[in-house]
């Protein structure tokens, strides 16, 4: 671990210990103390780096929400045809409820957050806004909000049922909401 004026990455593992620590302790259990004691960096670098903790909360947040737009991404820009498409957005709810409890943790930490602090409704409006957009590049507007709607709650089922339902189901309701014929 690099120490003193000349450790660029200073900043970064700050980032990461905070997310490390709410996955652990939860937003109200991170402090500046903390964060600095698991960044292995002086206290002093906090408020250097940061300008508060809503500050440093919104940058953690941020590289983790751009983190799972990047897989919507990734998955969505794949697909070239609807039925891709729609495979793809089955493949995103059984990934993001594959069991990786710390991405399950954040998610929900920052949802309470925002619901908790409004100004960090602006950092999940942006998260489901870029989500959405991904999904418009197979999906008219409105389609692509049910489906993201979809894709959060069968992700947080499947994420806490004790046997959670299986990727046809999953697809099944992909399929009904794409296929969907206003009367």
Known sequence: MATGRTDPERRDRIITATLDLIAEEGVAGT??????????????????????????LREAFTRFSSGIVAVFEERLGAAGTPDEAREAVADLVHHLSSGNQRELVLTH???????????????????????????????????????????????????????????????????????????
């Open 31 to 56: 402090s500046h103390r903390k964060v600095a004691a698991r960044a292995g960096v002086p206290l002093g670098s906090m408020t250097y780096h940061f300008d508060g903790m809503d500050e440093l």
């Open 109 to 183: 930490e920052l949802y309470t957050l925002a619901a908790r602090k409004p100004a960090f409704r602006a950092l999940t409006r942006e998260w489901m806004g870029r989500s959405r957009r991904a999904l418009e590049w197979h999906f008219d507007p409105a389609t692509a909000r049910q489906l993201d709607a979809l894709i959060e709650g069968l992700s947080i089922h499947r994420a806490l049922e004790t046997e959670p339902h299986d990727r046809a189901l999953t697809l099944e309701a992909v399929t009904r909401i794409t296929s969907a014929r206003t009367p």
